[in-house]
């Protein structure tokens, strides 16, 4: 609350406006100050001071309320918009309607699941017409990464709505509805953020999307900068919640995930090149015993942070969007495919998901990992010719099970990786 806006704060016209030529624009930067400092600063009356800070401080620390007025002045806010329908029945069967207003929605999911369709999906939503199930507004989309995509955006609109869509003029109008921003560096990525609120304001913003919270942190500062990152990531994390509350809109943020339990307990980045890095680790761990897990990046602090986590994984080459935290719902998964309309649920089942550990992400294989070394075995032969007879082993080995056999090559050497029911052996 100490980073709201002073121009939200309902001040007159002509105090507002000299806290604004003495660069004071927040909340805090107001309060920090003693009453004194403040007359001397703005050089105003004392008594129009006193005025000014009490008006700020009854917004900053709002009255206690009971929970059955709470209870009622919610159901006026969304009597008419309290959710953004995603079009996945069981999503929004589970959270009541869709994503909901007023709180911080978190995609978690290792590269190439899907969490950037999700957001742009969202985004066509968002936007479209009240009678077609949208919000009728506008949508800031902050993409770090740079993997957002105006051609998926119209395609996603046209596949989903091919009767609103039937001109060229019909799809720039959307397109002018999403706002892109493409910050470069943290520093870039909070100057932005601190100036979101007035945008949202003046262009009627309906949807707010981070794509991703993690990709400039992680690549800025690493393990020596820890203490620095969870500062700025705690207040990245106090903006978009003061947004989602003030506005009554939804927030969307993207996340990374990240190895836990690796060697040496280490946590360890998971990106777009997370292939070669999951199995060099798993590979290690396997060795050293210990149990290797995915989960989501940024830690506990950000953990707390998010009011509903959605994990993307994958099982055996079927995608499922599990709900793992959220104050509304059970902790359930159903399929999902990523279509030329999005992301669109594959059938009716859900599933319950909790079982196994909510905040473990799966991904690949559903099974442990087996390591099998066959180094003068490979060398003392001619490869391609006794790849029959080695399947055939390996088939022994795992007492029948299935055995699909590829190429990979980690550290430079060339590897066989045999895929069965069980797992990956590298050999």
Not at 264 to 284: P, V
């Amino acid at each position: 609350m100490a980073s709201m806006s002073l121009s939200s704060m309902g001040l007159n016209d002509s105090i507002a406006h000299i806290f604004r030529a003495r660069n004071i624009l927040t909340a805090k930067e107001a309060l920090f100050k003693t009453e004194l400092e403040l007359v001397e600063l703005l050089d105003v009356p004392f008594g129009e001071v006193q005025s000014a800070l009490a008006i700020i401080s009854a917004k900053v620390c709002p009255p206690c309320h009971s929970v059955f007025n709470i209870l009622s002045e919610r159901a006026k806010k969304e009597a008419a918009f309290g959710h953004l329908p995603t079009g996945l029945g069981a999503l929004d069967e589970s959270l009541w309607g869709g994503i909901p207003f007023g709180v911080m929605t978190e995609i978690v999911g290792p590269a190439g699941i899907g969490k950037t369709q999700f957001c742009i999906t969202l985004s066509v939503l968002a936007a479209m017409p009240v009678e077609l199930g949208g919000l009728d507004g506008r949508v800031i989309y902050i993409d770090t990464e740079k993997k957002f995509r105006p051609e998926r955006l119209l395609q996603i609109a046209k596949s989903r709505f091919p009767d609103h869509f039937t001109s060229d003029q019909v799809l720039q109008q959307l397109a002018a509805r999403v706002l892109m921003v493409q910050p470069d560096t943290v520093s870039e990525l909070m100057l932005r953020l601190q100036g979101l609120e007035e945008a949202i304001r003046q262009h009627g913003v309906r949807l707010l999307v981070v794509d991703s919270v993690a990709a400039l942190l992680q690549s800025e500062y690493g393990r020596d900068d820890i203490i620095r990152r969870q500062e700025l990531l705690g207040r990245q994390a106090s903006i978009l919640k003061h947004l989602a509350e003030s506005r009554r809109m939804p927030v969307i943020v993207t996340n990374q995930v990240r190895f836990q339990g690796g060697p040496g307990g280490q946590e360890t980045a998971f990106t777009s090149a997370g292939k070669k890095e999951i199995m060099r680790a798993t590979e290690t761990a396997n060795g050293e015993g210990l149990d290797l897990q995915l989960t989501a990046a940024l830690g506990t602090k950000w953990s707390h942070a998010v009011n509903i986590r959605l994990v993307l994984e994958s099982l055996s080459g079927t995608r499922y969007m599990k709900i793992a935290k959220s104050p509304m719902s059970a902790t359930i998964a159903f399929h999902y495919e990523v279509t030329c309309a999005g992301i669109e649920q594959i059938g009716d089942e859900t599933f319950d998901a909790s079982d196994g550990g909510r905040n473990m992400i799966q991904w690949l294989v559903p099974h442990p990992f087996y390591v099998l070394r066959f180094s003068d075995f490979y060398k003392s032969i001619r490869f391609a010719s006794y790849l029959t007879t080695f399947t055939q082993f390996l088939h022994r080995e795992l007492e029948g099970a299935n055995v699909r056999v590829m190429f990979t090559s980690l550290n430079f050497d060339t590897h066989l990786i045999c895929v069965s029911s069980r797992g990956y052996l590298t050999c």
